[in-house]
């Protein structure tokens, strides 16, 4: 199996194309879930992909100190490691004491990605199972990126993004941003405006749940079981989820895919010595968009985004 490709961010870091996701309900307990990451590393995977509420910090850190312990890879640099900002800490204020708590959970000295989760805020005191519009406070996109670029100055982050924004919410951070964001990260599946939009800003584009988390309790079977993603599987002898995968490599994103079963690991990254045909390319842009998540629980009649077209500015 060959390398993952990397692309270089408008940071000046290089980044792999494919990341291994960590975000799991119920996820494995803490040992079982770093042999799974180990076990990935041995597999080819570089980038890992975690955030402080998916509680896969401490186990990505163990993960790639024991990789190189036995001598999977050279040394913690070759690890593109990102976590995620909180909704409890989009703050100006939290958001260096945030990233400094994720790099303790981690064991690490930096990160190589740091993203705001979301663009809201949430009182610190909040659950995040049964929020409330109580719960919801004012998000200030030019104070949170602020403390953003703080953590990108001091070298704790290599690298720094936003997930699950709008072109819109991208278009405001950008008026004040002294350090452009190297990522953005949103679903994957038919974001024609967001690919356009970020290859115009050079901000690249990462796709999470790619597959649509196969219909777990934040994802959709729209892909997993779409009738022409299935022909075209047959047709080439792929599997379902490999055409899927290969079709947003060829859209120029990159990805975040999990699977903790090992051949499926390695199944995932066999997407680069083939490619779709222009006819197969046509038929997938003809499935419909699916947002898998699309954040309801942060819109309410008193909160700051009253519906979920305010929050996704009309781009779903």
């Known amino acids: 199996m060959g390398k993952v490709p990397e692309i270089v961010l408008n940071s000046g870091h290089k980044m792999p194309t494919i990341g291994f996701g960590t975000a799991a309900a119920p996820l494995p307990p803490p040992d079982q879930l770093t042999s799974i990451l180990i076990d990935a590393i ?62 303790r959970n981690l064991g690490l000295d930096y990160v190589d990605l740091y ?6 805020r949430v009182k610190q005191s909040a659950s995040y199972i049964t ?3 109580e719960d919801l ?26 997930s699950n924004f709008s072109c819109a919410k991208l278009s405001k951070l950008l008026e004040s941003a002294t350090i452009p964001p190297a990522v953005e990260m949103n679903v994957a ?30 994802g959709s079977l729209a892909v997993m079981e779409s009738p022409i ?43 680069f010595d083939w490619k779709l045909t222009g006819e ?8 419909p968009q699916a947002k898998a998540l699309n954040g309801e629980s942060y819109v309410s009649p008193v909160g700051q985004y009253k519906s979920i077209q305010e929050l996704w500015d009309g781009e779903i």
């Open 131 to 133: 929020m409330s519009a």
């Open 280 to 287: 197969e390319v046509r038929k997938i842009q003809t499935i």
């Open 42 to 103: 041995a597999a080819g995977y570089r980038h890992f992909d975690t955030a402080s509420v998916y509680g896969s910090e401490g186990s990505v850190g163990k993960a790639v100190l024991e990789a190189v312990e036995r001598g999977l890879i050279k040394n913690r640099d070759e690890i593109f490691v990102a976590s995620k900002l909180s909704i409890k800490e989009t703050h100006r204020d939290l958001v260096l004491p945030a990233l400094k708590e994720t790099l």
């Open 189 to 218: 599946w038919r974001q024609e405006k967001m690919l356009k939009f970020c290859k115009e800003k050079n901000i690249h584009v990462c796709g999470w749940s790619p597959l649509g988390s196969n219909g777990g309790y934040w």
């Open 115 to 120: 993203l705001v989760h979301w663009p809201v």
């Open 229 to 271: 993603l299935k022909e075209i599987a047959a047709a080439k002898n792929k599997s379902l989820a490999q055409v899927a995968l290969r079709w947003v490599h060829e859209q120029g994103a990159s990805f975040i895919v999990k699977s903790f079963n090992k051949e499926r690991m390695k199944e995932n990254l066999e997407i």
């Open 137 to 162: 406070l004012h998000f200030d996109i030019k104070g949170v990126w602020e403390g953003m670029e703080e953590c990108s100055k001091l070298g704790l982050a290599k690298s720094i993004g936003v």
